[in-house]
């Protein structure tokens, strides 16, 4: 059981994520409204999660199937369920059944296998085709392999494509992930227009160290843990 003081430290810890995210798109003439919180759930503990979900959060995303079969049937909260890590081939099913959203996207060969997954009558699995850092210092030469991608989601009645997402190379210095996010959000005007996508498409970016700059570039979910739930278990 939790301590009423780490849950006060997490519902705190909440509190100053909003307020970040508040002054940020303020900052960049956005409503903050506009931007969803996606609070990383890897490796923390059935209590903090559900300590998080009383105090508001609605999304939670995980990193790892195997950890979210065990993870997942324990919490007794209702939330959103968004994988976010590396999806190899053979655990796409597992996943396509387990999550509501899936923000790993990057071959085509996971659209047809996640389309394939068992669900809940009526659910769709929302999709972000990831793009990699690297591509996008010159995100002009991925225009066409980023759009097949996403046209491939959005003629499968079983995927709704949600937008991209990019994880930018770590530093320090939170601004320099800034050209990472200013390519994704290029890439996605891009991908919006040639596409002619009657949804807008959203930006998954940004993370504890970084979201305020992914904000500011057009970010509309940013991940965040550690800010949140503080420093993770070992595995």
């Known amino acids: 059981m939790l301590t009423s003081v780490r849950m006060h430290d997490i519902?705190?810890?909440?509190?100053?994520?909003?307020?970040?995210?508040?002054?940020?798109?303020?900052?960049?003439?956005?409503?903050?409204?506009?931007?969803?919180l996606l609070a990383v759930s890897k490796r923390v503990d059935q209590?903090?999660?559900?300590?998080?979900?009383?105090c508001g959060i609605e999304?939670?995303?995980?990193?790892?199937?195997?950890?979210?079969?065990?993870?997942?049937?324990l919490i007794s909260g209702p939330a959103q369920w968004h994988f976010i890590g590396p999806l190899q081939s053979n655990k796409a099913?597992?996943?396509?059944a387990l999550f509501d959203t899936i923000h790993s996207v990057d071959r085509d060969s996971l659209i047809s296998r996640l389309a394939a997954a068992p669900r809940r009558e009526g659910r769709i699995l929302g999709i972000y085709v990831q793009v990699a850092a690297a591509?996008?210092?010159?995100?002009?030469?991925?225009?066409?392999?980023?759009?097949s991608l996403c046209r491939q989601v959005e003629t499968t009645d079983a995927l709704r494509l949600d937008g991209l997402m990019t994880m930018a190379p770590y530093d320090?210095?939170?601004?320099?992930?800034?050209?990472?996010?200013q390519g994704l959000s290029w890439l996605r005007d891009r991908i919006q227009e040639e596409g002619e996508f009657t949804t807008p498409l959203g930006l998954s970016m940004g993370?504890?160290?970084?979201?305020?700059?992914?904000?500011?570039?057009?970010?509309?979910?940013?991940?965040?843990?550690t800010a949140i739930f503080g420093p993770r278990q070992p595995r």
């Open 11 to 36: 519902a705190t810890n909440i509190e100053s994520v909003r307020r970040r995210i508040t002054v940020a798109a303020e900052d960049a003439g956005r409503a903050a409204s506009d931007i969803a």
């Open 47 to 54: 209590e903090r999660i559900e300590a998080a979900l009383g």
């Open 59 to 73: 999304a939670l995303g995980e990193n790892r199937v195997q950890e979210a079969e065990v993870k997942i049937p």
């Open 93 to 96: 099913r597992r996943a396509g």
């Open 135 to 147: 591509a996008l210092v010159e995100p002009t030469r991925i225009v066409e392999a980023t759009l």
């Open 172 to 181: 320090p210095d939170p601004e320099a992930a800034r050209p990472t996010f």
């Open 207 to 225: 993370m504890t160290g970084d979201f305020e700059v992914a904000i500011q570039e057009g970010a509309t979910i940013v991940r965040v843990g």
